[in-house]
């Protein structure tokens, strides 16, 4: 549960609302033992009153049942999807349910929210994984008034810092790919970051301002909405084309934006890597299929999620021990969008270990 949340409405407060004992309000309300009519009518009328609904995964552990979970993400289709239509989600998602059946759990994949829509108001879970919240997160805010646990996978940003979550370096992994570009030969490096406040594009930011700083180049950085995806990505790789015609690589870590990019880069007649390099952070299909291939990281998905679980795991046990769990390192998987010293350009997608 949020720390912030209002205390949520228990047994004991029924039971003293309707002057029975904790053990009566049970039976009222599970139709088990004997219970008059009379009595069971107080007991659901001070429950209504109070607005009491059962800790359902209280229930469940009991009966060894299994819990209802739910992966859910704010990130719109335009980001999220693409080739392999979830992307990032389901290779998460896949590793999750293998994790979560192991602990008798049922994951239940939500598709990204559109028009703000919150799916977990037509679900009946008892927990959740929330991929890379953004601030002031909807799923986040609906999962703290009913008090589910949750845990993020991506540090969560702005109100909900304290929640569960698994840590996946963004700093930095966005620092390694920075640091790869230069050592290929970039002097002049742009990055391009989603418009939301996510806490991956915030550490990213820092990244990319100590970087610049510290190779004495300007800080060119702009910023993209996510439900334009791909084209969103292009039509700000271009402007920053127009102003700055001597960037020579874009370090973007939205795998959209990226591809988007790609194609900027190629309209104005230069090449990739020989005049503009690009990386970006998710290993996936997009960057993998892309054309050229791009440098991106190896995140260790299978190796959050299973953490991620634990994690959640814990919390419906009752364990409150821990409150955040650190992902691996990321690894850089070098090809040919950054191929531009002789370093190998691996089009297998094995990633190799930055050094």
């Not at 009595?39 to 109070?50: C, G, I, Y």
């Not at 995964?57 to 992966?71: D, K, S």
């Not at 959740?128 to 909807?138: Q, W």
């Not at 990319?208 to 334009?228: D, I, R």
Request: net charge neutral.
């Amino acid at each position: 549960m949020f720390p912030s949340a209002a205390r949520r409405v228990n047994i004991k407060d029924v039971a003293r609302e309707a002057g029975v004992s904790p053990t009566t309000v049970s039976h009222a309300l599970n139709a088990r033992g004997q219970v008059d009519a009379e009595t069971r009518a107080r007991v659901e009328k001070a429950a209504q009153k109070l607005g009491y609904r059962p800790n359902r995964h209280a229930q469940r552990l009991r009966t060894g049942e299994a819990h209802m979970i739910v992966l859910l993400s704010s990130m719109p289709f335009a980001v999220a999807g693409g080739p392999s239509r979830l992307g990032f989600m389901m290779e998460i998602a896949a590793v999750a349910a293998a994790a979560a059946l192991d602990r008798n759990l049922a994951l239940v994949l939500a598709p990204p929210m559109e028009s703000g829509k919150v799916p977990l108001e037509s679900l009946e879970v008892d927990g959740a994984l929330v991929i890379e919240p953004s601030a002031g997160d909807a799923n986040l805010d609906y999962l703290e008034r009913r008090g589910l646990p949750a845990v993020t996978i991506g540090k969560p940003c702005g109100v909900h810092e304290a929640v569960l979550h698994v840590d996946i370096h963004s700093r930095e992994t966005t620092r390694l790919l920075l640091d790869h570009l230069h050592a290929q030969g970039a002097r002049k490096v742009a990055m391009i970051l989603g418009s939301a406040q996510r806490n991956s594009y915030v550490q990213a930011r820092v990244a990319y301002e100590e970087f610049a700083a510290e190779h004495g180049q300007p800080a060119l950085l702009a910023t993209a909405e996510e439900v334009q995806g791909e084209s969103g990505g292009e039509e700000v790789a271009s402007a920053l084309l127009a102003a700055h015609p001597d960037i020579d690589a874009f370090c973007i870590p939205v795998d959209a934006f990226a591809v988007g990019a790609v194609r900027a880069i190629r309209l104005s007649g230069r090449r990739i890597p020989e005049d503009v390099m690009v990386a970006t952070r998710y290993d996936g299909v997009r960057a993998r299929t892309c054309d050229p291939p791009l440098t991106a990281v190896d995140l260790h998905l299978d190796q959050v999620a299973h953490q991620a679980i634990d994690l959640l795991f814990d919390r419906l046990r009752g364990d409150t021990s821990r409150q955040a769990a650190s992902g691996p390192m990321a690894q850089l998987v070098p090809r040919q969008s950054s191929a531009r010293r002789g370093s190998p350009a691996q089009t297998s997608g094995t990633p190799t270990q930055n050094g």
